[in-house]
């Protein structure tokens, strides 16, 4: 039986269509004191052995609504509790970055695993959080997603992925879409606040760009990034990212710039989640 948080109702969705098996009636609500409850009235009328979450843990509060939901299905008699989480927060906070300073990554995971018999996350943006899990987590690879809302119709495409340690994506979207080639931007700081981004070695005038990354946050340093493709006379510039975050005014500000369409999958249910990640999912479940 599928469960799901309230920020992935979609995916949850197109996860029990593909795995064929029941989408649990849950309710979301606030008391007056403003403490939550998520709780899951279908998985006790309905008796399963499993039990699989759905939860992209897009808040503090949607990392709450997990933990109940964990409980409430172990309150229900479910023997086996499966917690995907298509997008994992707090998943960059995977270090102290000063002293005193917590590793939020492994409290979150700490907490989660404590509910979860297994969990699976969407491309990470560090794979090593995996290991903050007891047991550890699966790494679920939905890069190539990204592939299927592309035009038939790019000209001579480049994939750029937005530094040489995220090429993997780039890579994985190409030999998704069938061809073009691949690159990587270069960052190179001269100080504190100046920070020069190009294109590492391919020429990319009158072709269509593909710049793919895991997660779009702010859009501020893709726009500046676009920016630069522009002045060498790139062609249409798409952005395809697995996680759209797409915080504040991160569309508008892309846009600006002069992106032809941003497309992402549904780990973050956003108006761009043009491509469900439930197909890779199922692969594990």
Do not use: W
Not at 7 to 30: C, K, M
Not at 250 to 256: E, F, I, N, P, W
Not at 266 to 271: F, L
């Amino acid at each position: 039986m599928i469960v799901s948080g309230s920020a992935s109702q979609a995916l949850a969705a197109a996860l029990a269509r593909e795995l064929e098996e029941p989408l649990a009636a849950v309710e979301y609500d606030r008391f007056p004191d403003g403490e939550l409850l998520a709780a899951a009235p279908g998985v006790a009328d309905a008796d399963p052995d499993r039990a699989v979450i759905v939860a992209s843990t897009v808040s503090s509060d949607a990392h709450l609504e997990v933990l109940q939901l964990q409980d409430a299905v172990r309150e229900a008699g479910v023997d086996e509790v499966v917690t995907v989480l298509p997008y994992m927060g707090y998943g960059r906070q995977d270090q102290a970055f000063e002293p005193g300073h917590p590793i939020s990554a492994r409290a979150m995971a700490r907490a989660i695993s404590t509910g979860a018999d297994q969990v699976l996350t969407v491309d990470p943006h560090e794979e090593a959080v995996c290991e903050f899990f007891e047991p550890t987590a699966t790494a679920v690879d939905a890069a190539g997603r990204l592939a299927e809302p592309l035009p038939d119709d790019l000209v001579d495409p480049v994939f750029l992925s937005p530094d040489a340690g995220a090429i993997d994506l780039a890579e994985t979207v190409q030999a998704a879409y069938g061809t073009g080639e691949t690159d990587y931007f270069e960052k190179v700081r001269h100080s504190g606040t100046e920070v020069e981004i190009t294109p590492s070695d391919v020429d990319v005038a009158d072709r269509d760009v593909v710049v793919v990354d895991d997660i779009i946050a702010t859009g501020s340093t893709m726009s500046e990034a676009v920016g630069v493709l522009r002045q060498r006379s790139v062609g249409r510039v798409f952005i395809t990212c697995v996680h759209p975050l797409l915080a504040r005014n991160a569309v508008t500000k892309l846009s600006r710039a002069g992106v032809e369409a941003i497309y992402g999958t549904d780990t973050i249910e956003r108006g761009v989640s043009t491509v469900s990640v439930a197909p890779a999912l199922a692969t594990y479940l």
